[in-house]
């Protein structure tokens, strides 16, 4: 096996993080916290800014990338991750003060402890790319990411298992409590997994020199800039699909905090299945072809979602859940193939910097975008109308427009720039007619 299909030795220690960092981030981050800001009468919009604020927070990378040479990879990641945890175990304390605090006093809290939370992330997490892209060779970046992104599912499964169980139908404010420590300590454990990750020293040769950054030559390369544009189209589509779903299922769909949960979960089943959709897949045919299925994908999830809240579908815990398994499916194929592409076309020179911007504008975008999103939730309110057994309200607008903006990024995968990838009938081909074949070869021989 040539070195660059070798995986380094220590990668499991990252694999291990990203176990114990996805136990920790889906409670502060995911249905737990949507669930609990709904508790304090959070409207959409304010669910929209929950959402967003990590994404939004992202924007820190642009000053911070500049310092990562002089501190290196591993200590900028490090020093972020372990701020974040303490912010972690003050989000725990919030339940409690119920005593003292009104409920809009405990939504002010937990929200400016979610900026700052966020904001610290978002400040280390620019050399968390440049760093695996320098430790990880280019011919197993998918293996890793696929490996990666099991990690990550799997222990999102646990997570929001251990959240349902926890919270029960009606949650009581030390049961939050109780969810918010766990989270804490799971970002704990994955900090001493995060230390024994191999470091590796930040080339100098990638620095773009002394004088300004140039941000908007970089904006403008064209590969990276067709990169730029479907990541910002993704994110208006995908941005608070999720939060928007868990506020569906518990407003409208008379679902406990229980059963949102448990629902929501099967969305990370979904990602786990993403390791058998992508697999091999992605280093052999290329991130193209993967993204332009996962936005097909996402155009049939949410035109799903649009007819349960339109009253076509019945709302039960049948589709609902096989909805959720495509979204966490549609999800997860994104972040493999995405960052798999821009590890690929990003230029060495100056790879820091374009890293960041890469990163602002996919995640700027996916903050903004809940946002935009609940302002418009709020704005049709209890509004409804009925035409040919369809139901147009709130949700169902959403969805509607949701899935038009999975058709628009659709469009912008066909433009991507990916040498030697293969197009998106091969990925088809090799899901719907290849493999079912190698399965009924098995089962019944020739």
């Known amino acids: 096996m040539a070195e660059t299909d070798r995986l380094p030795e220590g990668i499991t220690n ?59 990879y591993k200590r900028f990641v490090l020093g972020g991750w372990s701020t974040r945890v303490g912010f972690i175990f003050l989000m725990s304390v919030v339940p409690l003060m119920t005593g003292f605090l ?25 050399a968390w790319l440049p760093w695996i892209t320098h430790l990880v060779p280019a011919g197993v970046r998918g293996r890793y990411l696929g490996v990666d992104q099991l990690c990550t599912n799997g222990a999102s499964i646990a997570a929001f298992l251990f959240a349902a169980f926890m919270l029960g139908n009606q949650a009581d404010p030390w049961q939050f409590t109780a969810v918010f420590l766990f989270s804490g300590a799971a970002g704990f454990v994955s900090l001493l997994f995060l230390r024994r990750i191999p470091d590796v020293p930040v080339p100098q040769d990638e620095d773009t020199g002394k004088g300004p950054i140039p941000w908007l030559a970089m904006a403008q390369h064209p590969p990276f800039r067709r990169l730029l544009e479907m990541n910002a189209a993704w994110s208006v589509a995908y941005g608070g699909l999720t939060t928007f779903i868990v506020s569906y299922l518990k407003s409208s769909g008379g ?10 979960s099967l969305s990370f089943v979904g990602g786990l299945a993403s390791y058998w959709v992508a697999g091999g897949r992605l280093d052999r045919l290329g991130s193209k072809p993967v993204l332009g299925f996962t936005m097909a994908a996402g155009a049939l999830a949410t035109l799903g979602w649009a007819l349960v809240a339109g009253g076509v579908l019945p709302r039960s815990i049948g589709p609902a859940a096989a909805l959720a398994f495509l979204v966490g499916l549609c999800n997860a194929l994104f972040s493999i193939a995405n960052n798999r592409l821009a590890m690929g076309i990003v230029p060495a020179m100056g790879r820091n910097h374009f890293f960041a911007l890469f990163a602002v504008v996919w995640q700027l975008t996916l ?55 293969a197009g998106a009938h091969a990925m088809l081909h090799e899901l719907l007619i290849q493999h079912p074949q190698k399965w009924l070869v098995r089962l019944f021989g020739r």
């Open 367 to 421: 903050g903004i975008s809940p946002i935009l999103w609940g302002i418009l939730l709020d704005a049709v309110g209890s509004r409804t109308l009925t035409s040919l057994g369809f139901e147009w309200n709130r949700f169902s607008v959403f969805f509607v427009l949701a899935m038009a903006a999975f058709a628009y990024t659709f469009m912008l995968t066909r433009r991507l720039d990916e040498p030697r990838a």
């Open 255 to 264: 679902f406990g905090e229980q059963r949102v949960l448990l629902v929501m």
């Open 14 to 72: 990252a694999y291990a993080f990203a176990l114990f960092n996805a136990l920790s981030f889906q409670m502060v981050l995911a249905g737990p916290m949507v669930l609990y800001a709904k508790s304090l009468g959070a409207s959409s919009t304010i669910l929209g800014l929950v959402a967003g604020l990590m994404p939004i927070m992202t924007i820190a990378q642009i000053p911070a990338a500049q310092f990562i040479p002089r501190v290196g």
């Open 102 to 126: 009104n409920a809009g006093s405990r939504l002010a809290l937990i929200i400016a402890l979610l900026f700052a939370f966020n904001l610290s992330r978002g400040l280390s997490s620019c």
